[in-house]
């Protein structure tokens, strides 16, 4: 039984979802259809490659990935299946790959399959979907695509650091109003260098002073930072929602000031 992934920014109000999944399982009826996420903002790959990036590991060896978020290729823009680590990749080269993977993929090809003209408007479906059910079925990436060597390459907004500063970034924020961050444990110690530090918000009684290592260390309502699963700083609320509170939105610029011996530290949002 073939596993095939969806991340999508389609959203379960329309039919788009269940024609996807209607197209899979109509080609590879014992196919095992898993939803990561059809709730990505629209057109946003780095949302999609974050979603993706934290989960496709959990899943076996040979598991199958689309990715329907900004699908439509042109002149620029290739469609591609990739094999990494394993797994198989299928999406548009419009720089979500390299903001997926870390490294340059194992194998790479440039799908070949041509699609009728009034089928290119949905190539998550009609494109996608098929690739996907070639490699279910046991089939080769060099039936249905020619061989590169590179993806297209996106970099995205990386923390800025000064000695006794790092200005970071809202990378993702979740159904419960938690804001992930792009600043990483290893930065932080590297700058902080265990030195006291602060969060602050345009209002002081908001500012974070300390991390935890989960919600419950905090009542209920009450605000907390923490490093999570993925090593990225988090902001949350116990049983609250952060992003409201806090006024966060995503690409909002987050700042953390350490302490030295003239200034006290602090971490703005701006």
């Keep these: 039984m073939s596993i095939i992934t969806l991340t999508t920014d389609l959203g379960l109000k329309d039919y788009y979802v269940a024609g996807i999944k209607g197209s899979i399982l109509s080609q590879l009826p014992d196919a095992n259809i ?31 990935h689309i990715i329907g978020v900004q699908p439509e290729a042109d002149e620029y823009t290739k469609h591609l299946v990739i ?27 440039e799908i070949n399959i041509i699609s009728d003209e009034d089928k290119r408007t949905f190539p998550t479906k ?6 996907a059910c070639h490699i279910g ?9 020619n061989k590169i060597d590179n993806i297209a390459e996106r970099t995205n907004f990386q923390p800025v650091i000064e000695e006794n500063v790092i200005r970071g970034m809202a990378m993702y924020i979740d159904s419960y109003g938690n804001v992930t961050t792009n600043i990483t444990s290893s930065l932080f110690n590297i700058v902080g260098k265990n030195r006291d530090f602060s969060i602050v918000f345009r209002r002081s009684d908001y500012n ?13 309502g009450e605000k907390l930072a923490l490093f999570s699963t993925n090593n990225h700083l988090e902001i949350a609320i116990n049983k609250g929602n952060a992003s409201k509170l806090f006024g966060i939105k995503l690409s909002d610029i987050i700042r953390i000031e350490f302490k030295n011996q003239k200034n006290e530290d602090s971490v703005k949002i701006f």
């Design 83 to 109: 094999k990494h680590q394993g797994h198989y990749f299928i999406g548009a080269d419009n720089g979500m790959f390299s903001l997926l993977f870390d490294q340059n993929p194992d194998e790479i090809f």
């Design 34 to 64: 898993i939803d990561v996420s059809h709730e990505i903002p629209a057109f946003n790959i780095g949302v999609a490659a974050f979603c993706l990036k934290n989960c496709y590991k959990d899943f076996p060896e040979g598991s199958i």
């Design 208 to 220: 974070i002073h300390e991390l935890k290592f989960n919600y419950n260390e905090v009542p209920e």
């Design 126 to 131: 009609n494109i996608f979907v098929t690739v």
């Design 137 to 145: 079925r046991g089939g080769t990436m060099e039936l249905i695509g």
